[in-house]
């Protein structure tokens, strides 16, 4: 029996006929694994998670995901309802800026209690009490569940679009720069509360960070890129502490100059 959730197999974007996004990716995650993406800016992480999450079609190459009722399909073999319907029930997607991934004119709780009307929640009470939890969950003050994301801090914000990708239950969740744009200390937190709750619900998670220390707490496993292909991968701590290829080696230790 295989145990794969994720197969990217030839995944290759190109932007016109010669700006190459990504080339060739093949990979394979299993169900609870954190994959760290890393690379320097214009590597082709964001073009990488944006085609693996549904959102920008490939040139070339497979992305194959573990559905609950039909097992491993090629998610653009599906239409576009049935893609959507996938993203709605089984993956979330938090953005580096959480203006991109929260409805910013409707309160704190409608964010995430619209999550869950969107997979079917009809009664109130219920959706009022699963909102206030996922609040608590990220630490968030319950007192301002009526508030609109935008009296938040970035923080806050960063928090409340991280329960509403959590209050459904997806099996995978992309991430785009999490802590990216945060104050160090802010970041540090929100770091500590995204490794808790991934590690208490067994999400699997597409992580693209540019910063070696977010992909060293968060990520089992590290895929580094360079000009669009993966030049090496392994588990974190073996591509961190004993990088192998010399464009690994250089981020590294221009990472411990720092
Ligand atoms: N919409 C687009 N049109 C044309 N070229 C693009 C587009 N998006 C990305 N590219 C190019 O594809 C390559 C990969 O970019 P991508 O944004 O995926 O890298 P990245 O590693 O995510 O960078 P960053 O960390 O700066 O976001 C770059 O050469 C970029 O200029």
Redesign the pocket.
């Known amino acids: 029996m295989s145990d794969v959730l994720l197969r990217v197999d030839g995944l290759t974007?190109l932007?016109?006929d010669t700006?190459?996004?990504?080339r060739e990716v093949g990979f394979e995650m299993s169900s609870g694994e954190v994959l760290g993406?890393v690379?320097?800016?214009?590597?082709?992480?964001?073009?990488?998670?944006?085609c693996i999450s549904g959102r920008l079609a490939p040139s070339a190459g497979t992305v194959e995901f573990d559905t609950r009722t039909r097992g491993l399909i090629d998610i653009y073999a599906l239409s576009e309802p049935e893609r959507r319907m996938l993203a709605r029930t089984d993956w979330g997607f938090v953005h580096q800026n959480p203006r991109d991934g929260l409805r910013m004119d409707v309160s704190a709780g409608a964010n995430v209690g619209e999550r869950l009307m969107a997979v079917g929640a009809r009664h109130y009470g219920g959706i009022r009490g699963q909102a206030q939890d996922w609040m608590a969950k990220v630490e968030l003050d319950l007192d301002r569940i009526d508030d609109r994301p935008a009296t938040y801090s970035g923080g806050m914000q960063q928090r409340l679009q991280i329960a509403r990708n959590l209050v459904t239950g997806p099996r995978l969740v992309f991430m785009?720069?999490p802590t990216g744009g945060l104050d160090v200390s802010v970041q540090a937190r929100l770091l500590d509360l995204l490794r808790g709750l991934v590690r208490r619900l067994g999400i699997a998670v597409v992580l693209?960070t540019?910063d070696l220390a977010v992909a060293r707490l968060l990520a089992d496993r590290l895929m580094v890129?360079r000009?669009?292909r993966v030049v090496e991968t392994g588990l974190t701590d073996q591509v961190l502490d004993d990088p192998q290829h010399p464009y690994t080696q250089l981020l590294v230790s221009s990472v411990l100059q720092v």
């Open positions: 974007k932007y016109g700006v190459t996004g990504c993406i690379g320097e800016s214009g590597s082709g992480k964001t073009t990488l998670l944006n785009d720069e693209v540019h890129m000009h669009g």
